[in-house]
C-alpha cells in the first residue's frame, strides 16, 4: 500500500505547491506554473480512480468534472472578486450538469434557479453597492497562503486515500450501513455490518425509484410526506431570513428617520 | 493534719494557688495588694516547711536509735525517705527492648512508667526550708522595691510560680518530673529576668539566659535518655515492677550501678545540664546579663535557690557519679576552673550586681569542687555551702538592691560612693554579708568554705601518687580563689560605701534609707549569716542529720567519712583565714583612701586588666564559634527558603500564567486564525477516525 | 461496477470541491469571496450526497440537498446583510479590519507594506475615424471596467 500511499502523498504536496503558487499575494503570482502543478496533482488523483465503463459516459463525466473543478480553481485565486463571482457561476453550471449525470433533474434545474439564479445575483448585487473594481489591497493579500493551501491540500489527500481503501476492491474498508430497502440487502440478507460496500442496486431498482420517469413527482411525495416536518421548517427559516435581513438593513435607517422627523416636530 | 505526707503535698500547693489567684485577681482586683496571695502562701509555706524539717528530723533520731538498737537485723532501711505518688502521668506499655540485665531488675514489660511521685528526706527537707525561707524574705522585701511598679501583680504572679516549681523540684521523686521543673524554673527565670519587657537589654538576657539553660537541659536530657536505656526505670524510688535508681535496692548493692564508659556518660551529661542551670564554665555567660532583672529576682533565683538547682541534683545523684570516678573528677575540675575564672573577672567590674553575680559564680563554683572531691564531708560541705551561700549571696544582692533604689537605679560603683551615712542599716548588713562572703570567722561563710578546703586537703593526702598532684592544684587554685573574693568583695565594699560622698544625679530625693519592708529582711538576713554557721557546724550537725539522705547513707559514700576526723583540719582553717585577710587588707589599702595606686596598677597591668574587664572574651568567642556560624546556617536556610522553596511555589504559580499566556496568543480576533484553527482540528478527527 | 465507479468518482470530485472551497475560505481577504468559498464547500457535499442517494437507491440524498440549498440560500441572505452592514461602518471589505475581539496583550495584525495598486490600464478609447466628434468622457462617472 506504501506505493499508493505515496502517490498520494505526492499529490497532495504537488497540490498544495500549485495552491499557493496561485492565491493572490504580494510579489510575484506565478500563475502559470501554479496551474501546472494544479493540473498534475489533479491528474494524480485521477489516475487512482478507475475510469467508467462506457466511453460517452466517461468522457461527459470527464468534462462536467474538469470544467467544475477548474472554475472553482479560479473562483479562489482570482483578484477581482467579481471574477470570483462569475467563475463560482461556472462552477454551479457544472455542478448541475453532474447532477443531471445522476439522474437528480429537479435538483440541478433547482441549482441553476435558486443557487446562480438568486444567491449568486445577490452576492453580485453586494458587490456593486461595495468594492466591485477589485483595487483593494485586501484583494491581492491573502492571509498565510501556504497553511490554507496546505489545510485544503491535506483535507482532499486524507479524503482520497480514505475513499481509495474504502472503494478498493480487495479491502475490507469502514463499515457502511446496509439500508434496508436497498439492493444490497436484498443481495446478502443477515449480513454483519462490518461488511464491504454493499452491492450497487440493479439497474430495474434504480429505474423504478431513483431515476424513474415522474422524478419530480416521487421527490415531491418524499419530500411532503416523510418529511414534511422538515420542509414547513425549512419554510420557517426562509421567512425569519428574510425578517433577519430586513431587520439588520433597517435598523440604523429607521433610527435616522425617527430623528429627523423628531427635529421638525 | 502535720504528718509528712500531707505537709509534702501542701508545702508546693499553696504557691501554686498563690500564682492562680494573682494571675487571675491580680490585674483588676488586687492590683496594689496583688502582694497578698504570695505572702500567705510562701509565709505558710515557710512555716510548714519548717514543721517538715522538724518531723524528719525527729524520725531520722528516732531511726538512729532503732538502729542501734537492732544492729544485727539485716532489713536496714538505707537513710530516711517517704514516697507519695500522688497520680500516674504516663505509662507507655513495652517500651524496652527485652534485656534482662538491666541493674534495676525492670520486671515487669519494660513500661514506661511515669508518676507524680513527691519525696521526703533530710537532703529535700533541707532545701524546702533554704527555698521557702529566702523566698518569704524576698516577697516582702519586693513589696517595698516593687512598689510603683506598673508590672506589679505580674511580679508576683511570676514568683509564686517560681516557689512552686523550685519546691517540686526538689521534691520530685523521678527524673522526669525533675526535668519538667528544671524547666519550669528556667522559664521563671526568663519570665522575670525580662520583667520589664520593654527594656531591649532585659529582654536580650532573658533570652541569653533561657538559651545557654537550653544547651545544658538539653545535656540533661540526653542524661535521662541514657537512663532511661541503661536503668530501665526513671523513678528514684523503689516501685514493686522496677528497682529505682536510687532506691533501697540499688543502693544495698552499689556494684549494680553501670560504671565504665556508659556511667561516666551519663554523669557527664548530667554535669552538663548542672552546668547550664548553675552557671559553670562555660555555661555561665547568661547569669551576669541576667542582673538586668529586678534586684530580688536576682537575690531569689540568681543567688539562692534556681542556681542550686544543679548542685542539688548532683548531690542527688551522688551514686551515679560515685559509679564514675572520672565523671566526679570532671566535676571537681569544672568547679575549680569556674571558681578561679569568676573571681579574676570579678577584680575589674565596676558594675556591682555584676560583681555580685560573679563571686556567685565563683562560689558555685566551690560548691561543685565540695561535690567533685568524692568524701562524704566534701558532699556535706558543698551541700553546707549552698545554704550559707543562699543566706548571705541573698543578702548581699538585697542589700545591693536597697543601695540602687536610693541612687535612682544606678549600679556603676564609680558614680557613687561614701553611702555608710545616708544608708546605715544597708552600710552595716552589707558588711555582715561580706564579711560571709570573705569567709571571716565567726561568720557563715567561714564555717562553709572551709569544710570544703578541709575535705579537699584530705583528700590530697589519701590521693594516690599520680592523682594527688592534680588535687594538689585545685587545692592551692581554691585558696588563692579565696583571697580573690575577700578581695573584690570588700574592693565594691568600700567603693560603695566609703570614700568621698557622691550621688548620682538620678537619685533625686530617693537618696535615704530603705523603707522597712526592705530593710527588715536585711536584718534577719545578716543576722542569719552571722549564726547559721557556727550553729550547724557544732558536732557536725548538718552533716549527720544530711547523711541519712538515701543517696548518701549507703556503704560506698559512708566509707569516705573516715577522712572527716583529719589533725589538718585547724592548719587549714588558719591558712584560709590568713588569705581571707590578706584580700581584704590588700582592698583597704587600694581603695581606702586615695586610688592613685589603683590607677597605677591599672596601667602597669593593662593587659591582664584588659582581660579580666572583658570577662576573658567569652562573649566574644561564643559570638564568633557559636552565632555567627548559627546565623549564617540561618541565612543559607532563609536563602534556601526564599529562592529555592518560594521561587518554586512562585514558579509553578506562573505555570498557569504561562499557559495562560500561550493559549491567550490563540485569541488574536483575526477570523480566518479561527477557521483555520476548525480546519485543522477537522482535520486531526479525520485522522484519528480514518486511521 | 459501474455503479460504484460512478460512486467514487463523485465522491472524489466532491472532496475537491470541498478542498478548494477550504483553501478559497482561509487565504482570501475580502469577505464576498469567503462566502463564495462557503458557497463551494456546501456544493461539494450536495455531489457527494446526490451520488450515495443514487448509489442506495434512496431519495434521502436528494431530499437533503434540497435543504442544504434552502440552507445555503438563507444564510447567504443573512451573511450578505451582515457585510453589507460591516462595509457601511467601515469602508472596506476586509475580514482582517475587525480584530478589536483580540486578548489585551496581543498585537495587532498590521500590514506594513501595502501591494501598490495595480496601475489604471491606459485610457484607451476606440480609435475612431476623424469624422466624428470624441465622446465626452467625464472622469469620475466613467468606468473603465466593471
Redesign the interface.
Known amino acids: 500500500m506504501t506505493g499508493v500511499q505515496g502517490m498520494f502523498v505526492t499529490a497532495t504536496l504537488l497540490?498544495a505547491l500549485g495552491?499557493w503558487l496561485m492565491?493572490?499575494r504580494?510579489g510575484f503570482q506565478k500563475r502559470r506554473w501554479g496551474a501546472l502543478l494544479a493540473v498534475v496533482s489533479?491528474g494524480l488523483?485521477?489516475a487512482?480512480?478507475?475510469?467508467?465503463?462506457?466511453t460517452l459516459?466517461r468522457t461527459v463525466?470527464d468534462v462536467l468534472?474538469l470544467v467544475?473543478?477548474v472554475s472553482?480553481?479560479c473562483?479562489?485565486t482570482f483578484r477581482s472578486?467579481?471574477y470570483?463571482?462569475v467563475w463560482?457561476g461556472l462552477?454551479?453550471l457544472g455542478?448541475s450538469g453532474?447532477?443531471l449525470f445522476?439522474?437528480?433533474q429537479?435538483?440541478s434545474m433547482?441549482?441553476i434557479t435558486?443557487?446562480a439564479g438568486?444567491?449568486l445575483v445577490?452576492?453580485l448585487f453586494?458587490?456593486m453597492?461595495?468594492?466591485?473594481?477589485g483595487?483593494?489591497?485586501?484583494?491581492?493579500?491573502?492571509?498565510?497562503?501556504m497553511?490554507?493551501?496546505s489545510?485544503?491540500?491535506?483535507?482532499?489527500g486524507?479524503?482520497?486515500?480514505?475513499?481509495s481503501?474504502v472503494?478498493s476492491p480487495d479491502a475490507a474498508g469502514?463499515p457502511v450501513p446496509v439500508?434496508p430497502?436497498?439492493?444490497?440487502a436484498a443481495a446478502s440478507p443477515g449480513e454483519t455490518p462490518t461488511a464491504a460496500?454493499p452491492a450497487?442496486?440493479s439497474a430495474q431498482?434504480?429505474e423504478a425509484?431513483?431515476?424513474s420517469a415522474q422524478h419530480v413527482a416521487?421527490?415531491g411525495g418524499?419530500?411532503f410526506g416523510?418529511?414534511l416536518l422538515?420542509v414547513e421548517a425549512?419554510g420557517a427559516?426562509?421567512f425569519?431570513?428574510?425578517l433577519?435581513?430586513t431587520a439588520?438593513?433597517a435598523q440604523?435607517k429607521i433610527e435616522r428617520f425617527q430623528r429627523s422627523h423628531h427635529g421638525d416636530g | 493534719m502535720f504528718d509528712v505526707e500531707t505537709l509534702m503535698v501542701l508545702i508546693p500547693a499553696l504557691p501554686l494557688v498563690a500564682t492562680l489567684l494573682t494571675a487571675a485577681l491580680g490585674k483588676w482586683l488586687l492590683k496594689e495588694q496583688s502582694h497578698w496571695p504570695a505572702v500567705v502562701a510562701v509565709g505558710a509555706s515557710c512555716l510548714l516547711s519548717f514543721v517538715l524539717l522538724f518531723q524528719v528530723r525527729a524520725a531520722v533520731r528516732q531511726l538512729d536509735s532503732s538502729k542501734s538498737a537492732a544492729a544485727a537485723s539485716a532489713a536496714k532501711p538505707i537513710g530516711y525517705e517517704k514516697i507519695r505518688t500522688l497520680w500516674t502521668w504516663a505509662v507507655i506499655h513495652d517500651v524496652l527492648p527485652p534485656d534482662a540485665g538491666r541493674p534495676t531488675d525492670a520486671r515487669s514489660a519494660r513500661d514506661l512508667d511515669l508518676g507524680i511521685s513527691l519525696r521526703t528526706d533530710p537532703l529535700t527537707a533541707m532545701m524546702l526550708a533554704v527555698v521557702t525561707s529566702i523566698s518569704l524574705l524576698v516577697v516582702i522585701y519586693s513589696i517595698g522595691y516593687m512598689h510603683d511598679d506598673p508590672g506589679y501583680w505580674r511580679f508576683f504572679t511570676y514568683v509564686s510560680l517560681f516557689v512552686f516549681s523550685m519546691t517540686m523540684l526538689v521534691s520530685a521523686s523521678n527524673f522526669a518530673l525533675l526535668y519538667v521543673f528544671w524547666e519550669a524554673v528556667g522559664l521563671c527565670s526568663y519570665l522575670l529576668i525580662g520583667f520589664w519587657l520593654t527594656r531591649p537589654p532585659a529582654a536580650a538576657a532573658g533570652m541569653k539566659a533561657f538559651l545557654v539553660n537550653r544547651i545544658g537541659d538539653f545535656g540533661f536530657a540526653l542524661g535521662l535518655f541514657l537512663l532511661w536505656i541503661t536503668y530501665g526505670t526513671l523513678n528514684f524510688h523503689d516501685t514493686p515492677a522496677a528497682a529505682g535508681i536510687l532506691g533501697q535496692t540499688l543502693l544495698s548493692d552499689p556494684s549494680r550501678y553501670v560504671g565504665g564508659g556508659v556511667g561516666v556518660a551519663i554523669g557527664l551529661l548530667l554535669m552538663l545540664g548542672a552546668c547550664g542551670k548553675s552557671a559553670q564554665f562555660p555555661l555561665h555567660v547568661w547569669l551576669p546579663d541576667a542582673m538586668e532583672g529586678p534586684t530580688p529576682v536576682s537575690a531569689l533565683i540568681h543567688a539562692a535557690t534556681m542556681v542550686t538547682a544543679g548542685v542539688y541534683m548532683v548531690t542527688r545523684c551522688t551514686p551515679l557519679f560515685m559509679a564514675a570516678p572520672e565523671a566526679q573528677q570532671t566535676v571537681l575540675t569544672i568547679g575549680a576552673i569556674t571558681a578561679l575564672l569568676a573571681g579574676l573577672i570579678a577584680l575589674t567590674q565596676t558594675d556591682l550586681k555584676r560583681v555580685l553575680a560573679y563571686s556567685t559564680i565563683s562560689q558555685l563554683g566551690y560548691m561543685f569542687i565540695g561535690l567533685g572531691v568524692g568524701t562524704l564531708p566534701a558532699i556535706v560541705a558543698g551541700m553546707f555551702h549552698l545554704f550559707t551561700h543562699a543566706c548571705f549571696k541573698a543578702l548581699l544582692f538585697l542589700g545591693a538592691g536597697s543601695v540602687m533604689h536610693a541612687m535612682g537605679g544606678v549600679v556603676d560603683m564609680r558614680r557613687f560612693g561614701g553611702l555608710r551615712h545616708r544608708l546605715p542599716v544597708t552600710h552595716w548588713t552589707f558588711l555582715f554579708g561580706a564579711l560571709a562572703l570573705a569567709a571571716v570567722a565567726p561568720f557563715a561563710g567561714f564555717w562553709s568554705k572551709d569544710a570544703i578546703v578541709a575535705a579537699l586537703s584530705a583528700r590530697v593526702s589519701e590521693a594516690g601518687p599520680s592523682s594527688s598532684a592534680f588535687y594538689r592544684i585545685v587545692f592551692w587554685s581554691s585558696l588563692f580563689t579565696g583571697g580573690l573574693t575577700a578581695y573584690y568583695t570588700f574592693r565594691a565594699f568600700f567603693l560603695t560605701f566609703y570614700g568621698p560622698e557622691q550621688i548620682p544625679d538620678e537619685a533625686g530625693h530617693h537618696a535615704h534609707e530603705s523603707p522597712r519592708a526592705m530593710t527588715r529582711p536585711l536584718v534577719i538576713l545578716a543576722i542569719a549569716s552571722l549564726v547559721v554557721g557556727w550553729y550547724f557546724s557544732r558536732g557536725d550537725r548538718f552533716g549527720k542529720f544530711l547523711a541519712h539522705t538515701p543517696s548518701l547513707a549507703y556503704a560506698t559514700v559512708q566509707a569516705t567519712a573516715q577522712s572527716a576526723e583529719h589533725g589538718g583540719h585547724g592548719q587549714v582553717a588558719f591558712v584560709s583565714t590568713l588569705v581571707a585577710l590578706t584580700g581584704i587588707g590588700l582592698a583597704a589599702y587600694l581603695y581606702l583612701g586615695d586610688s592613685w595606686e589603683v590607677v597605677w596598677l591599672t596601667r602597669r597591668l593593662r593587659w591582664l586588666y584588659a582581660i579580666s574587664y572583658g570577662k576573658f572574651f567569652l562573649d566574644g568567642l561564643y559570638r564568633v564559634f557559636l552565632i555567627w556560624p548559627l546565623r549564617a546556617f540561618a541565612a543559607g536556610f532563609y536563602w534556601v527558603d526564599r529562592k529555592l522553596i518560594d521561587g518554586l511555589v512562585d514558579r509553578v504559580g506562573r505555570i498557569p500564567l504561562a499557559v495562560g499566556s500561550t493559549m491567550r496568543s490563540l485569541q488574536n480576533g483575526l477570523l480566518p486564525f479561527y477557521a483555520m484553527a476548525m480546519v485543522f482540528g477537522l482535520l486531526v478527527l479525520l485522522g484519528i477516525l480514518v486511521r | 461496477m459501474d455503479e460504484l465507479t460512478l460512486l467514487y468518482s463523485y465522491q472524489v470530485v466532491g472532496a475537491m470541491l470541498l478542498g478548494i472551497g477550504i483553501v478559497g475560505f482561509l487565504a482570501r481577504r475580502n469577505m464576498i469571496v469567503i462566502f463564495l468559498s462557503v458557497e463551494m464547500m456546501l456544493q461539494g457535499v450536495s455531489v457527494s450526497l446526490v451520488s450515495w442517494g443514487r448509489f442506495n437507491n434512496d431519495w434521502g440524498g436528494q431530499v437533503l440537498t434540497v435543504f442544504v440549498i434552502t440552507v445555503a440560500a438563507c444564510e447567504a441572505a443573512i451573511a450578505l446583510a451582515l457585510v453589507l452592514g460591516l462595509f457601511r461602518r467601515s469602508g472596506v471589505l476586509d475580514v482582517l479590519y475587525w480584530q478589536s475581539l483580540r486578548e489585551a496583550n496581543q498585537e495587532p495584525y498590521i500590514e506594513h507594506e501595502l501591494p501598490e495598486p495595480p496601475p489604471e490600464p491606459l485610457k484607451s478609447w476606440p480609435h475612431l475615424t476623424p469624422a466624428g466628434v470624441e465622446p465626452r468622457i467625464e472622469e469620475d462617472l466613467h468606468r473603465s471596467h466593471v
Open positions: 497540490g495552491m492565491l493572490p504580494r489533479l488523483f485521477a487512482q480512480v478507475p475510469p467508467l465503463g462506457a459516459d463525466f468534472a467544475t473543478l472553482a480553481v473562483t479562489v472578486p467579481v470570483s463571482a463560482f462552477t454551479l455542478t453532474l447532477f445522476q439522474g437528480a429537479f435538483l433547482a441549482t435558486i443557487y438568486a444567491i445577490t452576492f453586494v458587490l453597492l461595495s468594492d466591485p473594481r483595487r483593494a489591497y485586501y484583494d491581492r493579500l491573502s492571509w498565510e497562503a497553511l490554507s493551501a489545510a485544503g491540500a491535506v483535507m482532499v486524507v479524503l482520497t486515500m480514505t475513499l481503501k472503494f469502514p439500508k430497502g436497498s439492493a444490497a460496500l450497487p442496486p431498482a434504480l425509484n431513483v431515476l416521487r421527490l418524499e419530500l416523510r418529511h422538515a425549512a427559516l426562509l425569519v431570513a428574510l433577519g435581513a439588520m438593513m440604523g
